[in-house]
């Protein structure tokens, strides 16, 4: 907790970062391939790999993963892979999708069990997120699935969650 001057207390948001991969750190495209690394799981594009790193370098925030692979491997798998690719972060991982669920309903049963400290921001490329109620809708970025995330995403992103990273109690 940090206390300033005036003794009024202000807690530390935990920032979060919600992330699918396809479509946002691999763009789909169907006339390039996609390279596979000896992980066996796809290479990160440059520009989506350079953009999340400066989202966690400027918030400090952590990853939860959103992906449809996200069963695939544990935490700390996770985190390697990651880091394979450039990115080093705190990486957790969505509730395995057993009913399911749609990623816009999949956010939302996460939305319900969050605690009220986190700040997140939602970086995919499904458009069904566009359902969402407008204040979560307002923490989703919506990418092109061809192109993935980019810089100005990133610099979106920052100002979502630097929204919310200090709260006065």
């Known amino acids: 907790m940090l206390v300033l001057h005036n003794e009024k207390k202000y807690t530390f948001v935990r920032m979060l970062i919600l992330l ?26 440059s520009k989506a790999t350079n953009s999340l790193q400066t989202i966690i370098n400027r918030t400090g925030a952590s990853i939860l993963l959103t992906t449809s692979h996200k069963s695939k491997f544990n935490k700390y798998q996770w985190e390697e892979i990651f880091k394979t690719r450039g990115i080093v972060a705190n990486i957790d991982v969505l509730e395995n999708n057993e009913d399911n669920l749609n990623r816009k309903e999949e956010i939302l049963r996460w939305f319900t069990k969050a605690t009220i400290a986190e700040s997140f921001v939602i970086l995919d490329d499904d458009k069904s997120l566009n359902g969402l109620p ?25 100002d979502i969650l630097k929204k919310e990273e200090f709260i006065i109690v």
Do not use: C, Q, R, Y
């Not at 919506?142 to 610099?155: C, F, K, P, Q, R």
């Open 134 to 158: 407008g204040h979560i809708k307002d923490k989703a970025i919506v990418t092109s699935g061809t192109v993935g995330l980019t810089i100005d995403h990133a610099n979106e992103a920052i």
């Open 20 to 45: 699918d991969i396809d479509g946002v750190m691999v763009p789909t495209t169907i006339w390039k391939p996609t390279e596979i690394l000896s992980d066996g799981f796809p290479n990160f594009s």
